[in-house]
Nanobody
Framework: QVLLVETGGGLVQAGGSLRLSCAASGLTFSSYTMGWFRQAPGKERDVVAAISRIAAFTYYSDSVKGRFTISRDNTNNTVYLQMNSLKPEDTAVYYC?????????????????WGKGTLVTVSS
């Protein structure tokens, strides 16, 4: 059984930082590209960042570029999202997802497994 478990969400003031973690089990982690997505109330689920199998390539949405950093530890089957300079518009449920596709994908429908999400709330 594949499990993706996100941790690290919470309430933070604007300008603050949070680090999300996603622990994966039940899959060969290094064979999957990984992504972080987010969904705000009433909005669609959108990609935030993605990382290739051995971290050679990364992708960031324009809204987080320069503020967020995605990384992965294939030894410990974990992917991270360091979020700095947080803004109220970053408030959302953040999801970790895994894809068997060899290349980075930013499309939610291309992801094979999802975590249950962790809530990030940024107060102004």
């Amino acid at each position: 059984q594949v499990l993706l478990v996100e941790t690290g969400g919470g309430l933070v003031q604007a300008g603050g930082s949070l680090r999300l973690s996603c622990a994966a089990s039940g899959l060969t982690f290094s064979s999957y590209t990984m992504g972080w997505f987010r969904q705000a109330p009433g909005k669609e689920r959108d990609v935030v960042a993605a990382i290739s199998r051995i971290a050679a390539f990364t992708y960031y949405s324009d809204s987080v570029k320069g503020r967020f950093t995605i990384s992965r530890d294939n030894t410990n089957n974990t992917v991270y999202l360091q979020m700095n300079s947080l803004k109220p518009e970053d408030t959302a449920v953040y999801y970790c997802a895994a894809s068997r596709r060899p290349a980075i994908t930013t499309t939610p429908n291309d992801m094979d497994y999802w975590g249950k999400g962790t809530l990030v709330t940024v107060s102004s």
